[in-house]
């Protein structure tokens, strides 16, 4: 049986939220204005991990394959979206400083991948849009669909304004940083 996790009352601060989850069991954990939250008490299923898996190993070799600066990382990552919010996608990619090995946050993330779930496919779509682009360096916020095999691509401009496109199959273009993707290889086969 699982253990039970008891969300403390009130808010706190980003290092507060870190000293508590280091008490917790194992799961993961987001902090929303101030509130930590158990993003997920249940395993997800098979098709959610292969595309997460995918989704990196894609990202990757692209990043490699453009020759950048850049580092992806999947879940586990945190991504400080304000003073009092942090959330850990799925996936992202971090440009420019180079992440820490002793921090729990990435100092330059430019893009941020959700895989949605019907348990979290709310929030990936309503309130990590908001929070993602509150951050300036995140310029591409990907949502995953593995059952549909699309992905919805919101790219912010130069000019601040959130673009969307809605891809199935082709080339993915992620600029800045400078690479693309091709759409299916995003999904487990």
Known sequence: MAEQVEIPPGRMSIPEFFAWVDRQPKGTYELVAGRPQVVAMAPPLLRHTRTKFATAMALHAAVRAAGLPCEVFTEGAGIQTDRDSLRVPDASVNCGILADNDTRTLPDPVVVVEVL????????????FR????VP????????????RVVMHHARGEDGEVRTAILGSGVLRLDPPGFAVQV??????
């Open 117 to 128: 779930s019907p348990s979290t496919e709310r929030e990936d779509m309503v309130g990590k």
């Open 131 to 134: 929070d993602y682009f509150r």
């Open 137 to 148: 360096t995140i310029r591409h916020y990907l949502l995953l669909d593995p059952v549909a």
């Open 184 to 189: 299916e290889a995003l999904f487990a086969a």
